[in-house]
């Protein structure tokens, strides 16, 4: 079955960096697009992220931009984002995700990344 499995969450204080890992298994990852989400608390999830099948087109929300860099390595089966200069507004919980299809889409359980001084 499908499984995407987070990693890489924590707490750090503003400007800081952290890497986030989603590891897939239970499909051909090389063959989709890969996304990451972010919900913060009383606030709707919305798509931080996303990256084509061979990491040649990246797109990314503008609140990260120039911050954020999505990536991945398909020997691996793993898509990352590596954020930097991390600010209080960043804390939210961190979800990978992969689309099949317009109504088959899966999720990870959700790393949590908290910015705070």
């Known amino acids: 079955q499908v499984q995407l499995v987070e990693s890489g969450g924590g707490l750090v204080q503003p400007g800081e960096s952290l890497r986030l890992s989603c590891t897939a298994s239970?499909?051909?990852?090389?063959?989709?697009?890969m996304n990451w989400y972010r919900q913060a608390p009383g606030k709707e999830r919305e798509l931080v992220a996303g990256i084509n099948t061979a990491g040649g087109v990246r797109n990314y929300a503008d609140s990260v931009k120039d911050r954020f860099t999505i990536s991945r390595d398909n020997t691996k089966n793993t898509v990352y984002l590596q954020m930097n200069n991390l600010k209080p507004d960043d804390t939210a919980v961190y979800y990978c995700?992969?689309?099949?299809?317009?109504?088959?889409?899966?999720w990870g359980q959700g790393t949590q990344v908290t910015v705070s001084s």
């Open positions: 239970g499909f051909t990852f090389n063959r989709y697009a």
């Open positions: 995700n992969v689309r099949f299809s317009a109504s088959v889409v899966y």
